[in-house]
DNA sequence: GTGCGACCTTGCCCTTAGGGCAAGGTCAAG
DNA sequence: CTTGACCTTGCCCTAAGGGCAAGGTCGCAC
């Protein structure tokens, strides 16, 4: 007849966990004596214990409760169903990490594999790291939202920086930054783009674009928030791809 | 300027979770357009899936929110961290899966080794499925409250196991479990009991006794509960072995 | 016998990371 | 004009307890 707080040390939980698993109904109310205090048996305590097993082993509370309301129901295969519940979870953790450390072996932080060395390259060839940063995280919202069409857009990507000419247009779209939106000299730049995009392009449309997605126009809007040179730039190179 | 619907579908997520990271300070709220809805830029998706990406590693979302505020960590440094986290969970299910195989992999459910080769033996040497449960259930108590001693006495069960006349005298102990209380034979194999008793252990008191342990009374009390006739023998016995 | 610390009682609110529903407003298409 | 899909806020709910308050009790020392 021992007291919950015995109890709880014997389980090695707390009285807590006990009034939990009395209001939860898993374990049964002990008598009380004459002050109202429980007053616990050795059935309690092998119930708790057994209780506790499944519990520690992640099988839900009200799952127990279900395994022993049944009588017949055996500890055995409990346990066996608790073990595959485990067997799962460790999987899913670990196929977590993997792609965690996918993520984490790129030099950028969160980016997949490829992007890291496109970034690279932009930093060797001198581009700000205004612009390289800009890069990774639309590299990762492109990644992220368009899994398929984003490696083919790297691809092209990687093209254009292997080609000096081409090179220098982002060169110059990258240093256009801090200009004023009214210098005349964007309207060159602009002119020279649209240009070379259409010797690049012709009449077909730019590789790896998904149909009816907001995220291209939601990347030119993010690259135009931090510049009034390049809004205007956007705005003539458009003007220029239409016209 | 994506609705929350779209972000969340973009980010793979429900629009609930983009509400709840507003309101824990996770995601900065986004202007509202003329009716009032959230209208989101590629800025907040690109939040979006870092805030993702630390929190499906396991990450609290209070501590991702920490990260972010202070605007100087790293992000990698914290997927270190995260992926230290991962391996220190995966380590701890990995050992209560083997806890629960050491467990389940005795005869009897959730015994520790040894118990479910005594209770194997109990069953060969024809002792009844009420005695074998119970005395699984005491050991799985008794090896839980006193994890260094129960070795002992299980070792010195076992030895009296192996004797033929002392499991005889638990063999009668067992069938007597239906006898009238008043049955003058129990007052005999009382008397046999406490012989034995005294010379197996003589001035010297059981092995494997923790000072001061609940533990043996509740054990007694629980045997006794079943049976009027046990509680009788409990009596006698005692009388005995104190006379 | 009285004080004190440790224990017990119930009841209530708090936690994580969202899920679900209600009631009402909005948008786009047929 | 209606319908279905979307958006808004607000509220309650989850699992497994943690923590605290206010009050009653136990055992031991003085």
Same mark, same amino acid.
Do not use: C
């Given at each position: 007849m021992i007291t919950i707080g015995r109890l709880a040390q014997y389980a090695g939980v707390t009285t807590k966990t006990i009034r939990v698993y009395h209001a939860k109904g898993l374990l049964p109310e002990p008598e009380r004596d004459a002050s109202g205090y429980r007053r616990y048996t050795a059935q309690h305590a092998i119930d708790l214990i057994k209780i506790r097993t499944l519990a520690e082993a992640g099988v839900p509370l009200a799952r127990i409760r279900e395994l022993r309301a049944d009588?017949?129901?055996?500890l055995r295969a409990a346990l066996h169903e608790a073990d595959l519940a485990l067997t799962a979870r460790i999987r899913d953790l670990r196929r977590t990490q993997q792609r965690l450390r996918r993520l984490a072996? $790129?030099?950028?932080?969160?980016? =997949?594999?490829g992007v890291g060395a496109y970034l690279d390259r932009l930093r060797a060839y001198g581009f700000s790291p205004r612009w390289v940063n800009l890069q990774a995280d639309l590299w990762l919202l492109l990644f992220t939202t368009h899994p398929r069409t984003a490696a083919e857009s790297l691809d092209d990507q990687a093209g254009i920086l292997a080609d000096p000419a081409l090179r220098a247009l982002f060169h110059d779209y990258d240093r256009?930054? $801090?200009?004023?939106?009214?210098? =005349?000299y964007l309207q060159d730049l602009a002119d020279r783009i649209v240009r070379a995009t259409r010797d690049r392009y012709g009449a077909a449309g730019l590789p790896g674009q998904e149909p009816a997605s907001d995220i291209p126009e939601l990347i030119q809007r993010a690259v135009n928030a931090s510049s009034p040179a390049w809004r205007r730039l956007d705005t003539l190179i458009r003007r220029g791809l239409r016209g």
């Amino acid at each position: 007849m021992i007291t919950i707080g015995r109890l709880a040390q014997y389980a090695g939980v707390t009285t807590k966990t006990i009034r939990v698993y009395h209001a939860k109904g898993l374990l049964p109310e002990p008598e009380r004596d004459a002050s109202g205090y429980r007053r616990y048996t050795a059935q309690h305590a092998i119930d708790l214990i057994k209780i506790r097993t499944l519990a520690e082993a992640g099988v839900p509370l009200a799952r127990i409760r279900e395994l022993r309301a049944d009588p017949d129901t055996d500890l055995r295969a409990a346990l066996h169903e608790a073990d595959l519940a485990l067997t799962a979870r460790i999987r899913d953790l670990r196929r977590t990490q993997q792609r965690l450390r996918r993520l984490a072996g $790129g030099d950028a932080g969160l980016l =997949p594999p490829g992007v890291g060395a496109y970034l690279d390259r932009l930093r060797a060839y001198g581009f700000s790291p205004r612009w390289v940063n800009l890069q990774a995280d639309l590299w990762l919202l492109l990644f992220t939202t368009h899994p398929r069409t984003a490696a083919e857009s790297l691809d092209d990507q990687a093209g254009i920086l292997a080609d000096p000419a081409l090179r220098a247009l982002f060169h110059d779209y990258d240093r256009a930054h $801090g200009l004023d939106p009214g210098d =005349p000299y964007l309207q060159d730049l602009a002119d020279r783009i649209v240009r070379a995009t259409r010797d690049r392009y012709g009449a077909a449309g730019l590789p790896g674009q998904e149909p009816a997605s907001d995220i291209p126009e939601l990347i030119q809007r993010a690259v135009n928030a931090s510049s009034p040179a390049w809004r205007r730039l956007d705005t003539l190179i458009r003007r220029g791809l239409r016209g």
